[in-house]
């Protein structure tokens, strides 16, 4: 199942780079674009782990 991420403060490639690092060890991350905020997610990966892998690394998601 693909789904997507909405990280509105996601602003440049080091934030691209931080939310993706963050995301690491969350199976499923596919790829995260900080043009348009978002990140893709592929298979079953829990969205309550996605969002608070990314809420510690700082950034506010939305699904």
């Known amino acids: 199942m693909a789904r997507t991420l909405t990280v509105s403060d996601m602003r440049c490639g080091g934030c691209e780079e931080a939310v ?3 995301l690491r060890d ?3 991350v596919a790829s995260a674009n900080h ?3 978002t990140v893709a997610i592929e298979g079953e990966a829990d969205g ?3 969002k ?3 809420e510690e690394a700082g950034y506010t ?3």
């Open 52 to 54: 608070a892998a990314i």
């Open 26 to 28: 969350v199976e499923g």
């Open 48 to 50: 309550e782990a996605l």
């Open 61 to 63: 998601a939305e699904a």
């Open 35 to 37: 043009d348009e905020g």
């Open 20 to 22: 993706v690092d963050a």
